[in-house]
């Protein structure tokens, strides 16, 4: 009897973990055949999702895992390869291809070109979105590394302005613009083909990878230029030696289309195509509808805002502000900043693992917070530890500019037109140029400015009435005036290398590199996760590059446009500031959790939170 009985309780157990298998297979697509004895499609078993909340054990990566994560983060090293180079050599290939003007203008029309890159990303974004959600994900980011990596080594080909005139700008500006769009593209289809190759308790630590890859283009544009210079020599590097680094992305480029071509389409958009689950039109199902518009504006303002302007300080307001501002030489901060970006390269991936463990919106709203906290004091440590001579100047004899507030401008020139004529005008000019901080005191209606360095007392001229021969004349005398004044006051015209403290600025560019990385490393995993797989190529790069291209590109001249309207060194803080205060506040009341949601699945609204392990 009792043998009967634990038969019986056997089989029941049996039909009740077969249905059970059943239900959660026949779910999924996978076939059983349970009067066949219970026989399963074991492949298709091996390739099932783990299930959602739940942790598989911790395994090495996979051969086929790493060539997917490799082929994919290719794309965003060749992003911040050309990004870098091209920025970094801005003031050498704008004699080349801008020489019709004097070199300022053409500095500039060099830094426009640049920022068109950023202006069509968006757009970019909208084109192969589209393509990625109804052609494939392979298809579109395989055009999009062709179409980048190309543009970038047409560069180091194109004749100068004094061989072709007027068609060298048109061209270089077509090429940039060509740049954008394509990377408008090139994010998007890399974070969605790795996350939907990796495990789902995986997500973050494999598509961590791809940031690291910012990182690493960075540094191998670095490495490029510095040993391109050294081994040709500042006049033939800046004669024709600036092409070398542009055309060797060929080689990037040649390795990025043979990974590419052997990979296969997503499993995730098969399965799509194989249902007819194919969205018909992405853009207007992505944001035509006010519950994915509404996810949208929160991916937006409630993650790439704060993470754009969070990267772009580490990465590059650092940079100038140690050059600029602390007067540090250039091949030191680049160095620098070059050790401290490569240390934090592996925090991409370690942070991307966290966010696996805990969830991606702590990382990013904590990320953001700590910044929002964290800033202003980094900032002023380097000043402390990069040059103290600087600092001790600002204490003992501080700079003001006593004037009628009424005759001062808005201290910002980028295209070098405006002409500042009042005393109030050439007076912050003079200290702006010679990157002393300043505060405003007002004076008298009509009165001329003064400057006041410490108890010295230098006044300013008003320059109406005056020809420019005879005002460039008055203002160089002024100028020589100020500059002896701040020497004698202790104010230094360039970091002393034995004052600095390398290790020290290292590990305090360290942590603000850590902190982006914090930031930066969830994101690729949470955009994914976001929305559905039907719309995920479109819905998620529109935000990524709006954010990236226009709120991230724009931090450099509004933060030169603070510092230079206020007089004040760390008031290039509030641009990265005030989007970091909004990140934590829209991210932490509208964003949802997203680790362990479906990706594979077509959900109709925002994905729930994650049930906890």
Same mark, same amino acid.
């Given at each position: 009897?009792?043998?009967?009985?634990?038969?019986?309780?056997?089989?029941?157990?049996?039909?009740?973990?077969?249905?059970?298998?059943?239900?959660?297979?026949?779910?999924?697509?996978?076939?059983?055949?349970?009067?066949?004895?219970?026989?399963?499609?074991?492949?298709?078993?091996?390739?099932?999702?783990?299930?959602?909340?739940?942790?598989?054990?911790?395994?090495?990566?996979?051969?086929?895992?790493?060539?997917?994560?490799?082929?994919?983060?290719?794309?965003?090293?060749?992003?911040?390869?050309?990004?870098?180079?091209?920025?970094?050599?801005?003031?050498?290939?704008?004699?080349?291809?801008?020489?019709?003007?004097?070199?300022?203008?053409?500095?500039?029309?060099?830094?426009?070109?640049?920022?068109?890159?950023?202006?069509?990303?968006?757009?970019?974004?909208?084109?192969?979105?589209?393509?990625?959600?109804?052609?494939?994900?392979?298809?579109?980011?395989?055009?999009?590394?062709?179409?980048?990596?190309?543009?970038?080594?047409?560069?180091?080909?194109?004749?100068?302005?004094?061989?072709?005139?007027?068609?060298?700008?048109?061209?270089?500006?077509?090429?940039?613009?060509?740049?954008?769009?394509?990377?408008?593209?090139?994010?998007?289809?890399?974070?969605?083909?790795?996350?939907?190759?990796?495990?789902?308790?995986?997500?973050?630590?494999?598509?961590?990878?791809?940031?690291?890859?910012?990182?690493?283009?960075?540094?191998?544009?670095?490495?490029?230029?510095?040993?391109?210079?050294?081994?040709?020599?500042?006049?033939?590097?800046?004669?024709?030696?600036?092409?070398?680094?542009?055309?060797?992305?060929?080689?990037?480029?040649?390795?990025?289309?043979?990974?590419?071509?052997?990979?296969?389409?997503?499993?995730?958009?098969?399965?799509?195509?194989?249902?007819?689950?194919?969205?018909?039109?992405?853009?207007?199902?992505?944001?035509?509808?006010?519950?994915?518009?509404?996810?949208?504006?929160?991916?937006?303002?409630?993650?790439?805002?704060?993470?754009?302007?969070?990267?772009?300080?580490?990465?590059?307001?650092?940079?100038?502000?140690?050059?600029?501002?602390?007067?540090?030489?250039?091949?030191?901060?680049?160095?620098?900043?070059?050790?401290?970006?490569?240390?934090?390269?592996?925090?991409?991936?370690?942070?991307?693992?966290?966010?696996?463990?805990?969830?991606?919106?702590?990382?990013?709203?904590?990320?953001?917070?700590?910044?929002?906290?964290?800033?202003?004091?980094?900032?002023?440590?380097?000043?402390?530890?990069?040059?103290?001579?600087?600092?001790?100047?600002?204490?003992?004899?501080?700079?003001?500019?006593?004037?009628?507030?009424?005759?001062?401008?808005?201290?910002?020139?980028?295209?070098?037109?405006?002409?500042?004529?009042?005393?109030?005008?050439?007076?912050?000019?003079?200290?702006?140029?010679?990157?002393?901080?300043?505060?405003?005191?007002?004076?008298?209606?009509?009165?001329?400015?003064?400057?006041?360095?410490?108890?010295?007392?230098?006044?300013?001229?008003?320059?109406?009435?005056?020809?420019?021969?005879?005002?460039?004349?008055?203002?160089?005398?002024?100028?020589?005036?100020?500059?002896?004044?701040?020497?004698?006051?202790?104010?230094?015209?360039?970091?002393?290398?034995?004052?600095? %403290?390398?290790? /020290?600025?290292? =590990? #305090?560019?360290?942590?603000?590199?850590? +902190?982006? *990385?914090? @930031?930066?490393? &969830?994101? !690729?995993?949470?955009?994914?996760?976001?929305?559905?797989?039907?719309?995920?190529?479109?819905?998620?790069?529109?935000?990524?590059?709006?954010? %990236?291209?226009? /709120?991230?590109? =724009? #931090?450099?001249?509004?933060?030169?446009? +603070?510092? *230079?309207? @206020?007089?004040? &060194?760390? !008031?290039?803080?509030?641009?990265?500031?005030?989007?970091?205060?909004?990140?934590?506040?829209?991210?932490?009341?509208?964003?949802?959790?997203?680790?362990?949601?479906?990706?594979?699945?077509?959900?109709?609204?925002?994905?729930?939170?994650?049930?906890?392990?």
């Amino acid at each position: 009897m009792a043998r009967t009985r634990l038969r019986a309780a056997i089989d029941a157990a049996r039909l009740v973990f077969s249905f059970a298998r059943h239900v959660r297979l026949l779910d999924v697509g996978i076939e059983y055949h349970g009067d066949r004895g219970g026989d399963f499609d074991l492949d298709a078993i091996a390739a099932l999702p783990s299930p959602r909340g739940l942790s598989s054990p911790q395994r090495p990566m996979t051969p086929a895992e790493r060539k997917v994560v490799i082929a994919s983060s290719l794309g965003t090293l060749f992003e911040w390869y050309d990004f870098f180079l091209y920025g970094a050599l801005a003031a050498v290939t704008s004699k080349h291809f801008f020489s019709a003007v004097n070199d300022t203008a053409a500095l500039i029309f060099a830094l426009l070109a640049f920022s068109a890159g950023f202006i069509v990303r968006p757009f970019g974004a909208m084109v192969f979105g589209r393509l990625g959600d109804r052609s494939g994900r392979k298809r579109t980011f395989l055009i999009t590394i062709v179409t980048m990596g190309l543009a970038t080594v047409l560069v180091g080909c194109l004749p100068s302005y004094e061989q072709i005139g007027l068609v060298a700008p048109v061209l270089l500006i077509l090429l940039r613009l060509l740049q954008g769009l394509a990377l408008g593209g090139e994010y998007g289809g890399a974070a969605i083909y790795v996350a939907e190759h990796a495990p789902a308790d995986r997500r973050g630590e494999h598509t961590g990878w791809i940031q690291t890859m910012a990182a690493g283009g960075l540094l191998l544009s670095l490495g490029v230029i510095v040993t391109t210079r050294a081994s040709l020599g500042e006049d033939a590097f800046a004669e024709w030696g600036w092409r070398i680094p542009f055309l060797l992305s060929a080689l990037l480029l040649a390795v990025s289309i043979w990974v590419r071509m052997s990979l296969d389409e997503s499993p995730v958009f098969r399965r799509m195509q194989a249902e007819g689950r194919l969205s018909k039109a992405p853009l207007r199902e992505a944001y035509g509808q006010w519950r994915y518009l509404k996810l949208g504006l929160a991916a937006l303002f409630g993650i790439i805002a704060g993470q754009a302007t969070l990267w772009y300080t580490g990465q590059f307001y650092t940079l100038y502000f140690l050059t600029q501002t602390l007067k540090v030489d250039g091949l030191t901060a680049n160095l620098l900043v070059g050790v401290a970006v490569a240390v934090s390269a592996p925090f991409y991936v370690l942070f991307g693992r966290l966010s696996d463990r805990i969830g991606r919106k702590p990382l990013i709203v904590g990320g953001c917070l700590l910044a929002a906290l964290l800033y202003l004091p980094l900032f002023k440590a380097m000043t402390h530890h990069a040059n103290p001579a600087l600092e001790a100047a600002r204490d003992s004899a501080p700079v003001e500019v006593v004037a009628d507030p009424a005759r001062c401008a808005f201290q910002f020139n980028p295209i070098g037109a405006a002409d500042f004529i009042s005393s109030c005008d050439i007076a912050k000019s003079v200290l702006a140029r010679n990157a002393a901080s300043y505060t405003l005191a007002p004076a008298a209606s009509g009165s001329v400015a003064v400057v006041r360095i410490g108890d010295v007392e230098v006044p300013a001229f008003e320059g109406d009435g005056m020809d420019r021969a005879a005002r460039e004349a008055a203002v160089a005398r002024f100028n020589a005036q100020v500059v002896a004044e701040l020497r004698d006051a202790g104010y230094p015209s360039e970091a002393d290398p034995k004052s600095l %403290n390398r290790p /020290i600025v290292v =590990l #305090l560019l360290l942590v603000l590199s850590l +902190l982006s *990385a914090m @930031t930066y490393a &969830p994101v !690729a995993a949470t955009l994914v996760e976001l929305f559905p797989a039907r719309i995920r190529y479109t819905a998620m790069s529109i935000p990524y590059h709006a954010g %990236n291209g226009w /709120i991230g590109g =724009l #931090l450099p001249p509004m933060a030169f446009a +603070l510092v *230079a309207a @206020t007089g004040d &060194p760390y !008031a290039g803080l509030w641009y990265p500031l005030f989007f970091a205060v909004l990140t934590v506040v829209v991210g932490a009341l509208l964003l949802p959790e997203t680790r362990g949601v479906d990706i594979d699945a077509d959900r109709d609204a925002a994905p729930a939170p994650s049930i906890p392990p």
